[in-house]
């Protein structure tokens, strides 16, 4: 079983378009040529990667190839050592990443990280510390992810009793882009819902508030719970 291309750029910690983080072809920024990093060229990506197929190229400077390929020139080592390491660690198994693996460098960012951990390296070096800290960081992620849905819920009231549900819609779609989970279907499903969650409630009436703080007053002490 071939290595995924797309979990080999994240631990190499490669610029990834997240408008196309886990299509079948995700873009990144060339670590080859660079091209794409230029300052003219903020919102272009030249690296594509199969995601189905595991191969890339880059459509400016030619480089392209297969996984075992990509990782030889990332690491500057021969191909047939790339080849030599994957056969001897997983042999024919399938590697099953925890969730936090699979998160992004930009996801990271949004959740106050510099970098996105090199989990392989880390893994390798102390597996005891390894599991520690992928345990503490997607609890930091779940808790991030509360918080962006409570936010999304609280701009989709504000939207229905404020006269700019467009307007809302639209901001909560690019919070989506952003930080690369869907948020808009997670709370239209939620709402039209007879009994919701006790946080959608606190969303709302903080919203209402905000829509007409005179009508609805709003207790500042009322806190986001844990739980969706």
């Given at each position: 079983?071939?290595?995924?291309?797309?979990?080999?750029?994240?631990?190499?910690?490669?610029?990834?378009?997240?408008?196309?983080?886990?299509?079948?072809?995700?873009?990144?920024?060339?670590?080859?040529?660079?091209?794409?990093?230029?300052?003219?060229?903020?919102?272009?990506?030249?690296?594509?990667?199969?995601?189905?197929?595991?191969?890339?190229?880059?459509?400016?400077?030619?480089?392209?190839?297969?996984?075992?390929?990509?990782?030889?020139?990332?690491?500057?080592?021969?191909?047939?050592?790339?080849?030599?390491?994957?056969?001897?660690?997983?042999?024919?198994?399938?590697?099953?990443?925890h969730p936090?693996?699979?998160?992004?460098?930009?996801?990271?960012?949004?959740?106050?990280?510099?970098?996105?951990?090199?989990?392989?390296?880390?893994?390798?070096?102390?597996?005891?510390?390894?599991?520690?800290t992928r345990?503490?960081?997607?609890?930091?992620?779940?808790?991030?992810?509360?918080?962006?849905?409570?936010?999304?819920?609280?701009?989709?009231?504000?939207?229905?009793?404020?006269?700019?549900?467009?307007?809302?819609?639209?901001?909560?779609?690019?919070?989506?882009?952003?930080?690369?989970?869907?948020?808009?279907?997670?709370?239209?499903?939620?709402?039209?819902?007879?009994?919701?969650?006790?946080?959608?409630?606190?969303?709302?009436?903080?919203?209402?508030?905000?829509?007409?703080?005179?009508?609805?007053?709003?207790?500042e002490n009322?806190?986001?719970?844990?739980?969706?």
């Open positions: 079983m071939l290595p995924e291309i797309l979990e080999v750029a994240e631990q190499h910690q490669l610029i990834i378009n997240p408008r196309t983080h886990g299509k079948k072809e995700t873009t990144a920024k060339c670590p080859f040529c660079h091209e794409d990093a230029k300052p003219d060229k903020k919102h272009k990506y030249y690296l594509s990667l199969n995601t189905e197929n595991q191969v890339f190229k880059c459509w400016y400077c030619g480089q392209s190839g297969g996984v075992y390929r990509f990782i030889s020139l990332l690491e500057d080592i021969p191909e047939s050592e790339v080849v030599e390491r994957y056969q001897k660690q997983f042999g024919k198994r399938r590697v099953h990443l936090v693996e699979r998160l992004t460098a930009n996801q990271f960012k949004l959740m106050g990280y510099r970098n996105k951990p090199n989990w392989f390296e880390m893994r390798k070096r102390d597996k005891s510390y390894y599991k520690r345990d503490l960081i997607w609890s930091e992620w779940k808790e991030f992810m509360q918080r962006e849905k409570y936010q999304a819920f609280q701009l989709l009231i504000a939207g229905i009793y404020g006269m700019s549900y467009q307007k809302s819609v639209q901001r909560i779609k690019e919070r989506e882009k952003e930080i690369g989970v869907p948020l808009l279907e997670h709370v239209l499903k939620i709402y039209p819902l007879s009994e919701r969650p006790e946080w959608t409630e606190r969303a709302k009436k903080f919203a209402l508030h905000v829509c007409n703080p005179i009508k609805y007053p709003f207790e009322l806190k986001l719970k844990e739980s969706v």
